[in-house]
């Protein structure tokens, strides 16, 4: 049996994406244990994955790097087969390159990649989708087609939020973490302006982005 390790600790929109690896390697390895490692606050969005053996988590806000530390000792100790990298920052190559796995794939971006066995190249404005970019990491292992990412909401996930689909509605994610992704808290408001008569607006996002969907509201 495999044990794949597919790494991606940044934010939320990236793990969605990266579960489109996790699809596919299932598909191509129905008896395979496939392993994910994420940043603390986003193990909520795997909890009932049915393809994940076990969800790691990295705590990057307390003791970021003791953390690092334990959390690459962990993944040596779990003897990987394939270890796959999606992200490109020298603290995920650490934890590739010291892994021990079989095979340690990852962009070429990353600072570390002289060390892994298999590195493609990550670009940006070839019209390419992100998810198209991550399957080149596992084109070898099974073909060139990504798969669609794909998340598995328990059934009181659906329960909860069946009071909020009883009219039409838009969802809207007016926060980033990065400044330069944010749309001023004006624009959200006027676009808010334009269709608040005719359906419900849903302001999205996180406990850190509450005080700025308040601000909009």
Same mark, same amino acid.
Request: aromatic letters at 10%; glycine letters at 6%; a positive charge.
């Given at each position: 049996?495999k ?6 600790t ?5 793990v969605?994406?990266?579960t ?14 496939i392993?994910?490692?994420l ?19 990295w ?24 270890v ?6 020298a603290?995920s190559?650490? /934890? ?8 340690k794939?990852?962009f ?23 998810i ?8 070898e292992l099974t ?12 059934n009181?996930?659906?329960e909860d ?12 994610a ?11 808290k004006?624009?959200? /408001?006027?676009?808010?302006?334009t269709?608040?008569?005719?359906q ?7 406990k850190?982005?509450l005080?700025?969907c308040?601000?909009?509201?």
């Open positions: 049996m044990k794949f390790l597919v790494i991606q940044a934010f939320i929109g990236d969605i994406l990266a489109s690896i996790v699809e596919k390697l299932i598909q191509f390895y129905p008896e395979s244990q392993d994910f490692l940043r603390k606050g986003n193990e909520g969005l795997l909890e009932n994955h049915p393809f994940i053996n076990e969800v790691l988590i705590d990057k806000k307390n003791k970021k790097y003791d953390n690092l530390k334990q959390i690459t000792k962990q993944v040596a100790r779990s003897r990987y087969d394939v796959i990298n999606l992200q490109r920052f603290s190559g650490l /934890i590739t390159t010291l892994s021990g796995a079989k095979q794939i990852g070429k971006k990353n600072p570390l990649s002289f060390s892994f066995t298999k590195k493609v190249e990550h670009q940006i404005g070839n019209g390419k989708h992100e198209e970019r991550n399957q080149l990491l596992i084109a073909d060139s087609r990504p798969s669609k990412p794909k998340l598995y909401p328990s009181k996930n659906y939020v069946e009071q909020y689909k009883r009219q039409e509605y838009v969802c809207m007016p926060t980033s973490v990065w400044f330069t992704k944010q749309l001023p004006e624009k959200w /408001i006027q676009l808010i302006h269709i608040k008569d005719k419900m607006i849903y302001l999205l996002g996180g850190a982005d005080e700025q308040e601000e909009i509201k």
